[in-house]
């Protein structure tokens, strides 16, 4: 049996028609995430769903933020807009590394900053990162070396050596992130600071910042002054 007339297909073409004319300006928040959905959910009416999503996570940034399954918790969600609310956020997060790959980060702190909230703000999981720079403090590689809560004797310091000499590098920062949201550190954060600069240290690898990241700013172990400036290149 044949479909019958799409009756939203003029509204969504208005929506369409406005991004194309003017990207997101003038949007609400509901609107642009209506706007996502309607390229995964053909043939109905989205605005409902899109403002009971923005509810539902307290903003758009939750929506992306929360996972496949918190998604499709929701009634009217299906695999397939859960799966581009998620690929959404991991394109732009691949677009924001590209765009801090090969700069002077020590320079260009906004992009790795905005690299890291965007990959690890409202992150369920503990993650611990290394990005890996060369002498002219150019990103030359990033590795995840935990996942989990995180220690001292988690960060196995010879992981993150080996890492240096695979990425030729000549310095690091260490990035992890707070699963609560809030970046303050803790006794074992300073701890571990403490040990990864030991560590480096040993190998003439220079430790530049321990940045935790938190859903609603970040935490510098250099700007607490934990780490001297004499560690800067």
Known sequence: MPDGPDLNAGHRQRL???FRK???????????LELVLTYA??????????KTLIERFNGLRGV???????????????????MMINLIKEVCGEYLKERMMKKDVIRSTKDVLQYLDMKLSGNKVEKF????????????????LHEGTIDQTLVYPRKVIEN?????ARSVIF?????SGDPTPSKNDRS?????????????IIVHDHIIVGRNGHFSARDAGWIGEGSRV
Do not use: C, Q, W
């Open 16 to 18: 369409r028609e406005r």
């Open 22 to 32: 003017a990207h997101l300006e003038g949007f609400h928040d509901y609107e642009v």
């Open 41 to 50: 959910i053909p043939r109905r009416d989205v605005k409902p769903l899109a």
């Open 64 to 82: 992306f933020d929360a996972s496949v399954e918190e998604l499709g918790e929701v009634r009217g969600v299906g695999e397939n807009a859960a």
């Open 129 to 144: 990162l290394a990005i890996y720079l060369n002498s002219k403090n150019e990103v030359m590689g990033l590795e995840v």
């Open 164 to 168: 240096a000499f695979k990425h030729n």
């Open 175 to 179: 990035v992890h992130n707070h699963p």
């Open 192 to 204: 571990l600071t403490e040990e990864l600069k030991k560590v480096a240290s040993a190998v003439d």
